[in-house]
T-cell receptor, first 110, second 118 residues
């Protein structure tokens, strides 16, 4: 069952701007992951942050995790048109099952 | 990175027919695979966990006789939508986790299969 809530549901920004989206979850987790999905395609794994980590970077991506607030954020810096996609957070408890958030649709305007 | 393939990518069928979707891990063995369904503009909903050599486990509300899963080998899981109806039209995605050094690493997703039932 889904346990993640994401906000905003949709985000429209100008190329070069930063995009921030948030994810909240309800139960304890083992790790939290962020995925990107281009329209009508499969998911691409972006970054995984474990429950004992607070921040992680990968290229233009920065993910934070606050287990006390049960929330995570994904920051995309210097956005590009190619970043236009839907972004999902997914939590993992004690097995490999992913529980996905509702997703944030990001549109980057050229 | 690891690759998971799905076949077919698109399928259109008549109501009442059965459709089989294949999910393959191309460069790693997957004792477990997952099947998701995604309706337009919605998130992925886990349908079932496919276990190599044993029965699949289904999430609440998913009919196991409707969605037959077979995990015949360490690299192949199949999902058969039996007696498909228009409400089964959806985007079906599989995934497979890959361990690295005994630790959970990441899941690799197939490109998805678009099923349209007329």
């Amino acid at each position: 069952s889904q346990q993640g809530e994401e906000d905003p549901q949709a985000l429209s920004i100008q190329e070069g701007e930063n995009a921030t989206m948030n994810c909240s979850y309800k139960t304890s987790i083992n790790n939290l992951q962020w995925y990107r999905q281009n329209s009508g395609r499969g998911l691409v794994h972006l970054i995984l942050i474990r429950s004992n980590e607070r921040e992680k970077h990968s290229g233009r991506l920065r993910v934070t995790l606050d287990t006390s607030k049960k929330s995570s954020s994904l920051l995309i810096t210097a956005s590009r048109a190619a970043d236009t996609a839907s972004y999902f957070c997914a939590t993992v408890f004690n097995d490999y099952k992913l529980s996905f958030g509702a997703g944030t649709t990001v549109t980057v305007r050229a | 990175g690891a690759v998971v393939s799905q076949h077919p990518s698109r399928v259109i069928c008549k109501s009442g027919t059965s459709v089989k979707i294949e999910c393959r891990s191309l460069d790693f063995q997957a004792t477990t695979m997952f099947w998701y369904r995604q309706f337009p503009k919605q998130s992925l909903m886990l349908m079932a966990t496919s276990n190599e050599g044993s029965k699949a486990t289904y999430e609440q509300g998913v009919e196991k006789d409707k969605f037959l899963i077979n995990h015949a080998s360490l690299t192949l899981s199949t999902l058969t939508v039996t007696s498909a109806h228009p409400e089964d039209s959806s985007f079906y995605i599989c995934s497979a986790p890959r361990l690295a050094g005994g630790r959970y690493n990441e899941q690799f997703f197939g490109p998805g299969t678009r099923l349209t039932v007329l």
